[in-house]
DNA sequence: AGTGCGACCCGAACGC
DNA sequence: TGCGTTCGGGTCGCAC
């Protein structure tokens, strides 16, 4: 799943890839996947360029000339860049065409992902970018913003990190790794989490993300961020998918239980 | 306001 | 082997 290390390690691929180049035609084979007026993506993306790739949270931000193209991979999203010659498989649902005859394919084989066309000055209004919360590593997140936004809170930890409204970027992988390693319990209330608790939340996130982005993510089950490039984060998860294996620092049995209906991973041990 | 849950999708895993 | 059923997961929208 794309989580906040999959998503820049996308941008970085594609900045590389698809900058400057003019696209001369957008095909949408999956209607349902644009969130803006479908004729008008295409007449607005053609003859466009992308200038710039940004990112907030999850959300990728192309930046073309008058516009932001908003796109969210959702749990499979990916994009390919290809030629124009190829033929189009099954999954991939939006293709932008460049002069150069390379094709930019979005492939997303649950149909989870979204697009979303705006205007500039419409980025700083939108909803999904303004009411993300504050990203791991970025100054604002502090343990007191943390502590406020759990008070009064009898959701579980582990689905308060899942909040993209508080902590932007983390989803189930991060979420699991940043609570192993600030040690504390996935199922504490929200409004049990001490001051030193959030304080190693601040922490563990800031750096496992930085070390995630370093290596490109994490690649699970079929997710490669694009290209073909490949995370080797994988490789440093202490719980995520470990259930039934040894925890890393005790050798205790790491357990998957269901929080709010999300897989969980933890050691009992080390997060008491 | 906070919380819970179905809907959106379809490949994989599972049951028989 | 093959068919039918269930499950998972990020986010939204609606019910309570």
Known sequence: MPEIAEVETVRNTLKKQILNKRIKNVKILYERMIESNVQEFKE????????????????????LEN???LSHLRMEGKFFLKN???????????IFTFQDETDLRYHDTRKFGRMNLIKKEELKTNIAIKKQGYEPGEKELTSEYLLEKFKNKSLAI???????????????????E?????????????????KIEAENIVESSAKIIKRAMELGGTTIKSYTSSL????????????????????????????NEKINGRSTYYCPKCQK
Request: charged share 30%; hydrophobic share 40%; proline share 1%.
């Open 158 to 176: 582990k689905t308060l990190l899942l909040d993209q409204t508080i902590i932007s970027g983390l989803g189930n992988i991060y979420a699991n």
């Open 84 to 94: 124009s010659n190829e033929k189009i498989e099954k999954h991939e649902h939006v």
């Open 44 to 63: 607005i993306l053609k003859k466009n360029q992308f200038i710039d790739i940004k990112r907030r949270g999850k959300w990728l931000i192309f930046e």
């Open 228 to 255: 073909g490039v490949t995370g080797r984060f994988q490789n440093e998860l202490m719980v995520h998918k470990r259930s039934k294996e040894e925890c890393n620092v005790c050798k205790s049995i790491i357990l």
């Open 178 to 194: 940043v609570l192993f390693a600030a040690k504390i319990n996935p199922f504490k209330k929200g409004s049990d989490i001490t």
């Open 67 to 69: 516009h932001y193209l």
